[in-house]
């Protein structure tokens, strides 16, 4: 099951949102299997405001363990998370750091 992901930080969260993103990337290394796409969201400035997510889970429970121990959530820095079921027909990778497919 594939699921879009999207996550707003509670207001003024950003610097608790640094302090975390360690451990919440981190986390993000130990679940490269179930991850189709992650970023942050983005402000007007180009400040984070949250993340988004496209994951795949064997179920919506294996999701929701994620969730309920995500260091964003946690922590408290995601304060609104809306969960979609997604199929998901063309999914790219792309590397930032050497900008490869």
Known sequence: MQ???RAYDGEGKL???MEVRPRHLEGMKKLSEHIISAGGLLDDNGKMKGSALIMDFDSRGELDDYIA???YVVEEVWE???IE???VVI???LDKKDGKL
């Open 3 to 5: 699921f879009l992901i």
């Open 15 to 17: 610097d608790k949102r």
């Open 69 to 71: 121990n995500e260091p």
């Open 80 to 82: 609104k998370i809306e």
């Open 85 to 87: 079921p997604i199929n």
């Open 91 to 93: 999914a790219n990778s």
